[in-house]
């Protein structure tokens, strides 16, 4: 069994891929990902499987891995790992259909294997259940998954959590104790769906109540390639960094605890190891997993976010972290851990469990290695949703279920999905906002 993952890296030409088992080196996950899954497949499955990496950029991919160069994007990799007889072909599907890849794995008849690091939008996902060739969307967190249960694809989805390297859990040696810790830390990229300026509009409430914490801010819009029309300070885009830089600067006190770092590789380490709470897209736009909250929640730190989209799933509230569902709550919820050693301890410690036991490439690593077996030997694959109703927890989740096991599987009704009407509703809610 052959399989070529394609890593879209043309905009990272300077990340080192060399080693993914010691975590990500600076850049999106999306990117990281399609190198180290198929690097921990080769470590673990090389006598059942042949691995390929196909990528725009690959000076720094690891050494150890057979990797091929494309210069026009994925349909010259899909053209290429059919070329050298590969019996899988792994990409990720942009929002959008892009140059029409679902057509063209038709005709050159490449079983494939999407991995969603954003949720297609429904046309797009249309045309991935009509794709004979297209056999399974990986959805990368629970949250998306049950997005998609009724979805035009929904006999196609897998759910296979974001991972990160089992190097990472528990990395922090000689921890600090409670006492010793003393910063706040937000990481991701800085674009405005990673929503930084609505923490930047709170800090200076948050650090009258902390005055000892700095926030620190780990990552820029460089995380993802973006490096033209950057603000003064080359963080982000111009517009926004004067936006959450004016947030920020309102208070004289408390803005002069705020440091930049821009992107990091692994020194990021030393400032998570003296972090005592996390900080991640507090509204959860885009947010498919969140592998920045994996990540801290690896290294034991309590992460405190919104209870929106992914985090709801990746963040267990109470237990590794605390969700909030406004700005108080959260101002709230990051000096409570702050300031609460026993609460801190008992977070910590939950976020150490469900990093490696839900997101840790040992306990995740067979969900890819099955997956390509059953395609590639035609086995059925596809989910069982009845198992799901046991973990409703909203009246649209359970109508899409209804949808699902009934008028899909039982009448045969195939072209309704609530997803559709989800969506609609969604920007109805945009919109009324945008007016108020």
Not at 60 to 76: A, D, M
Not at 325 to 334: C, E, P, S
Request: hydrophobic fraction near 40%.
């Amino acid at each position: 069994m052959k399989i070529a993952f394609y890593c879209a890296n043309k905009h990272l030409p300077k990340i080192d891929f060399s080693d993914p088992y010691a975590g990500n080196p600076g850049c999106g996950a999306a990117e990281y990902l399609h190198v180290a899954i198929p690097f921990m497949l080769d470590n673990f499955y090389s006598k059942l499987m042949k691995i390929v990496i196909i990528a725009d950029e690959v000076d720094n991919l690891p050494s150890n891995i057979e990797f091929h160069k494309v210069n026009n994007g994925v349909i010259e990799a899909a053209s290429l790992a059919k070329s050298i007889a590969c019996d899988i072909f792994v990409f990720r599907p942009r929002m959008y259909e892009e140059d029409n890849i679902l057509s063209h794995l038709e005709k050159i008849k490449l079983k494939s294997v999407g991995r969603a690091a954003l949720t297609p939008n429904y046309d797009h996902l249309i045309k991935m259940g009509k794709c004979n060739y297209f056999k399974a969307l990986i959805c990368v967190g629970k949250n998306q998954f049950n997005h998609l249960i009724d979805s035009p694809v929904s006999k196609k989805i897998v759910h296979i959590n974001n991972c990160i390297s089992d190097k990472l859990i528990g990395e922090i040696k000689d921890k600090p104790n409670f006492e010793d810790r003393k910063d706040v830390v937000f990481m991701g990229s800085l674009v405005p769906q990673k929503n930084f300026h609505y923490l930047a509009s709170i800090w200076n409430k948050i650090s009258k109540e902390i005055p000892e914490a700095n926030l620190h801010v780990i990552g820029s819009s460089k995380t993802y390639g973006i490096e033209q029309n950057l603000g003064k300070y080359g963080l982000a885009e111009e517009s926004y960094e004067k936006h959450f830089m004016s947030l920020i600067n309102e208070d004289n006190v408390s803005s002069k605890k705020v440091f930049f770092h821009g992107n990091l590789s692994f020194e990021k380490y030393k400032i998570l190891s003296n972090t005592k709470v996390g900080v991640v897209n507090p509204l959860g736009t885009t947010e498919t997993c969140c592998v920045s909250a994996v990540e801290m929640q690896a290294m034991g730190i309590p992460v405190c976010t919104g209870n929106y989209e992914s985090l709801r799933t990746t963040v267990i509230n109470k237990k590794s972290g605390l969700l909030s569902n406004n700005k108080k709550q959260l101002i709230n919820n990051i000096i409570f851990v702050y300031k609460n050693k026993k609460v801190f301890n008992r977070l910590s410690e939950g976020a150490l469990i469900n990093a490696k036991l839900n997101f840790s490439f040992s306990h995740n690593i067979i969900k890819w290695y099955s997956l390509f077996y059953k395609i590639k030997n035609n086995i059925n694959f596809e989910a069982d949703f009845s198992k799901s109703i046991l973990e409703v927890k909203s009246i649209l989740q359970f109508l899409m279920l209804l949808n699902t096991i009934f008028l899909k599987n039982k009448l045969g009704i195939k072209t309704f999905s609530l997803l559709k009407l989800n969506d609609i509703f969604k920007n109805i809610k945009i919109f009324l906002k945008k007016i108020i």
